[in-house]
């Protein structure tokens, strides 16, 4: 059996379409376990409703622990000999696990991994930087090495998530039970290239099932001091992993490689540096208003950074739930159920997506926000 782990937070737009791909896998042997964090939307109804319409469905009903406790919380639940995840507001293909559990078979491989579609304006297939096939590791651990970081492909030799990937459960209960439960940026990482030291052999895919939901067009789910503060402590954590295994001086390159992949990537995002910027709605909002963004991706960033420039309106709050709890150049981020405990004369969303955009404009009616507040208009690039 092959048990499926889903945390749930907040996602009432998206936790539907999911678990619907989930139970239409064409793979049918499957457990599902849906992991309710601590939700202050209507996630947890969502998911008692449709677990009322498949037997092989089990929820619980957690307080808000974060990724890594839930999704432990799930393996050790879980009832399958392999273990799945994907994120609440992800879906995927119909034949991912017929595919990879047939790709697996009896190999005795501890874990697969597949290649991944980033859903954003277009479609970006992603795969490892390591060649298909069966690996096998060896006593220099040459596999670790080139999975942290593959410089014949130039990117890592295996993606970090863990969410196009069917492990083995022992395999990745151990990693799970032993990884720094502080982490919450970069705890894919710390767990698939630690795990690695343990893995015995697995395989390497090509072909794409999962679909990653890029909100916004947002790469890096982090903002603020506090989000390089975790990095580095992920950094630190696997840094002396390896070092007590013995193999940090042979890693050390790609170990290095990896992280910088990373930090560019949240420097990038953090500091606002890319090729498109899109021009603040100087007609839609009033001179002087106090005003909440919703959203904090690539168009919130630019709307953001012309309020900063020209002051020409207040941003009182930043309304992102992937990111409540942080700050934006000393804005607070707060979730999206916190919007009503500020003081504001619009919210501002930032989406290029006219129908994601509708959706957002019901959720926030939902809470008792007034329509005429709630402005919205197609974004331009500068």
Sequence with gaps: MLSIIVPVYNAEEYVEKCIESILSQVYKDIQLILVDDGSTDSSGEICDRLALTDDRVRVFHTTNQGAICSRLFGIEHAEGEYISFVDADDWIDENMYSDLMHKLGDTGA??????????????????????????????????????????????????????????????????????????????????????LLSAKRFIVTHSAYYHYRIHDDSLCHDVSKA?????????????????????????????????????EVAEKNAFGLTDVN??????????????????????????????FLTKYANIVAIADKSLAGLEFNGVPVIDISEILSNEFDYI???????????????????????????????????
């Design 110 to 195: 501890d874990f697969i991994t597949s290649g991944m579609i980033f859903e954003s304006r277009t479609q970006d297939v992603v795969v490892d930087g390591l060649a298909e096939g069966m690996y096998f590791q060896s006593k220099d651990r040459k596999y670790v090495k080139e999975a942290l970081w593959d410089f014949n492909s130039g990117k890592c030799g295996i993606t970090p998530p863990l969410w196009n990937k069917v492990f083995r459960k022992e395999y990745i209960l151990e990693a799970f039970l032993s990884v720094d439960k502080r982490i919450s940026l970069g705890d894919d990482r710390a767990i698939i290239y630690t795990a």
């Design 278 to 307: 899109y021009v603040f709605p100087f007609g839609k909002i009033p001179q002087g208003s106090r005003l909440v963004i919703y959203g904090l991706g690539v168009v919130g960033k630019s709307f953001c950074r012309y309020l």
């Design 227 to 263: 989000g390089f503060e975790q990095i580095e402590l992920m950094w630190k954590y696997m840094r002396d992993f390896y070092i007590s295994h013995g193999v940090y001086d042979s890693v050390r390159d790609s170990f290095e490689r990896n992280l910088k992949e990373l930090l």
């Design 348 to 382: 501002l969303i930032a989406n290029l997506r006219e129908n994601i955009a509708a959706e957002i404009r019901n959720n926030l009616m939902r809470l008792g926000i007034k329509e005429d507040v709630i402005k919205w208009c197609k974004p331009l690039i500068v």
